[in-house]
């Protein structure tokens, strides 16, 4: 399996821009996670989908931030508009139960300027 | 709020030494994972242990967790320039056992 999927590996935007975040998770794996990691918080989670259904939204910093899951083998993760304080390093992960065992892809290093 | 606290922050050793990192918490875990982070990648599973006062080797790392489910520690023995990352733990929250607690991590440089 090629792991977890996700791109561009990097983005650098203007303020104000909309910014589309995208991931294959592995088949089979029935939970996707979509985590921010900064220097300051380190790793949040931001919100997680169980079988494409989103399950716990409350790490969505506001309503810029969006999230979907349209069908098993795709997630996107939507920051409109964009600021410069949503720099940061975004990460999908997936695993076949809750809580235990994710395998992350390489991230998304996102810089708003 | 389940926290989890790691020490040292940093730690710089050279090749062949032993050390040793901490996860602590006030807060009950279910079980307790720990990852490795490489520059530019995403953190990778090393070991999840679950029951209190368990020890899992994974060749020159050990890992314990402890007897409470409150702490683990991660030992390296004879420390290799590979061994260098940034080593996470992380927990399920009780209250939404997908969400995953990380945290901020050691970052570790083994220098040959």
Avoid at chain 1, 30 to 49: A, P
Avoid at chain 1, 81 to 86: K, Q, Y
Wanted: hydrophobic share 35%; net charge neutral.
């Amino acid at each position: 399996d090629a792991g977890v999927i996700q791109s561009p590996r990097h983005e650098v935007t203007e303020m104000g821009q909309e910014v589309t975040l995208r991931c294959k998770p592995i088949s089979g794996h029935d939970y996707l996670f979509w985590y921010r990691q900064t220097m300051m918080r380190g790793l949040e989670l931001l919100i997680y989908f169980n079988n494409n259904v989103p399950i716990d939204d409350s790490g969505m910093p506001e309503d810029r931030f969006s999230a979907k899951m349209p069908n098993a083998s795709f997630s996107t993760l939507k920051i409109q508009p964009s600021e410069p304080r949503d720099s940061a390093v975004y990460f999908c992960a997936s695993s076949l139960v809750s809580g235990v065992g994710y395998t992350f892809g390489s991230g998304t290093r996102l810089t708003v300027v | 709020t389940q926290l989890l606290e790691q020490s040292p922050q940093f730690l710089s050793i050279q090749e062949g030494e032993n050390l040793t990192v901490y996860c602590n918490s006030s807060s009950v875990f279910s079980s307790l994972q720990w990852y490795r982070q490489e520059p530019g990648e995403g953190p990778v599973l090393l070991v999840t242990v679950v029951t209190g006062g368990e020890v899992k080797k994974l060749k020159r790392l050990t890992f314990q967790f402890g007897d409470a489910r409150k702490d683990s520690s991660l030992h390296i023995t004879a420390a290799q320039p590979g061994d260098t990352g940034l080593y996470l733990c992380a927990g399920p929250e009780t209250r939404s056992q997908g969400n995953l607690i990380f945290g901020k991590g050691t970052k570790l440089s083994v220098k040959p």
